[in-house]
């Protein structure tokens, strides 16, 4: 090749195939389109659900932000008022047919008791007819009642139906105001005695009474458990345990029924205030040790009684009344006594004298100091 055939076959390789280092379009796209190798080098693009959910989430929180800074601290909270209904729709018809279904079911055991009380007036002996209601609390015959209603006489006049019987005393606790009275009768329908020891305020009770002997019938109110009082201290020193409740009957010695019929306690008084009455109730806890030790024994758990009914005084305590069978009666007490001591302590109210008294045990004497007639009488009582 001569020299200027060289040239120019050098200046034509420079013309049609400039020497550079950016790649040719064929290597471009053999570079674009994916391969093995470059696949993993490709970023791929978030889904569109995602970015939607962290869109939302990004802007509830910009909200609830600016809520909780400016508007929330300016907002007053707002009185909340629950109105009740007279609709018919709201009457728990399910708890009125509770109430019908106790109270049918407890009507035989409720009974009417009386008793007569003497006791010394201006003009000499007097007696009162006391009236209430008891429990029947065995098939054959033993009734609860109050204390109050026949401790001061050896029988008392029960009525069942337009059926009369004539009860006699079996034995009580005066001081919690309970006492258990007989009639000769058999199959009778009796009450159930449940523990009153899972009773709690507010809870749902019935009170039922035989009122004015039983002329007009069974009263049955439906009410709560407003208190339950434990070691209640009385005027004359004892202590007492109590149930409060609205379901008051005005009678004494009718049961006091839970949800399940049960006799929980048995009403003893009522106390009434400007705005409100509250019935008391002995606790069926207290009711049951002394029914069952009067029942088989004659006695209360205790076991020591005098058989008296006193009030206070400046100089001593006036006898009111005297049980019939009782140690006081057995030994010559009588109705109108002063008690000026008790085993020659000086006492001026009944409390004193029962602490005296449960200071001895069954079988001990005790002499009891009376002024009457002008004279001071030493008397030996035995419990």
């Known amino acids: 090749m001569s020299n200027e055939d060289f040239e120019q076959a050098k200046y034509e390789e420079e013309i049609i195939t400039p020497e550079t280092d950016e790649p040719s379009f064929a290597e471009e796209l053999e570079n674009y389109l994916p391969t093995p190798e470059n696949t993993d080098k490709i970023k791929k693009p978030y889904p569109a659900w995602l970015i939607s959910a962290v869109t939302a989430f990004a802007v509830c929180v910009a909200v609830l932000t600016l809520y909780s800074l400016l508007i929330f601290p300016h907002i007053k909270p707002s009185a909340v008022i629950s109105y009740s209904s007279n609709s018919s729709d709201n009457t728990k018809i399910e708890d009125l047919e509770g109430v019908a279904l106790i109270a049918e079911k407890t009507m035989p055991c409720v009974v009417s008791v009386s008793s007569k009380a003497n006791y010394q ?75 009153s020891e899972n009773i709690h305020t507010g809870d749902n009770v019935i009170a039922m009474a035989n009122v004015l002997g039983g002329d007009i019938g069974i009263s049955v109110t439906k009410g709560i458990i407003c208190g339950v009082n434990k070691g209640v201290t009385l005027s004359n020193g004892n202590s007492i345990n109590l149930l409060q409740t609205d379901a008051i009957t005005g009678v004494s010695g009718g049961p006091l029924l839970n949800e399940k019929g049960n006799v929980i306690g048995m009403l003893t008084a009522s106390i ?82 029962n602490k005296i008294r449960d200071t001895h045990k069954k079988g001990d004497t005790i002499i009891i100091t009376v002024y009457r007639d002008g004279e001071v009488i030493d008397i030996n009582v035995i419990l």
């Open 272 to 353: 009434s205030t400007e705005s409100a009455k509250i019935g008391l109730a002995i606790p069926s806890a207290d009711i049951m040790s002394v029914a069952e030790s009067v029942i088989n024994t004659g006695l209360a758990p205790s076991g020591l009684i005098i058989g008296i009914r006193g009030n206070d005084t400046e100089h001593g305590v006036t006898v009111e009344t005297v049980n019939d069978g009782s140690p006081a009666k057995k030994a010559g007490i009588k109705v109108g006594d002063l008690i000026l001591k008790v085993d020659g302590t000086t006492v001026k109210s009944v409390a004193e004298i």
């Open 121 to 195: 007036g201006f003009f000499g002996m007097s007696s009162q007819t006391l009236s209430g209601s008891g429990i029947v609390i065995s098939e054959n015959g033993y009734i609860l009642t109050c204390y109050s209603l026949v401790g001061s006489n050896g029988e008392a006049t029960v009525k069942i139906g337009k059926d009369t019987y004539t009860a006699k005393f079996v034995g009580g606790d005066a001081s919690k105001d309970i006492a258990i009275i007989k009639i000769e009768a058999e199959g009778l329908k009796f009450a159930t005695l449940d523990d």
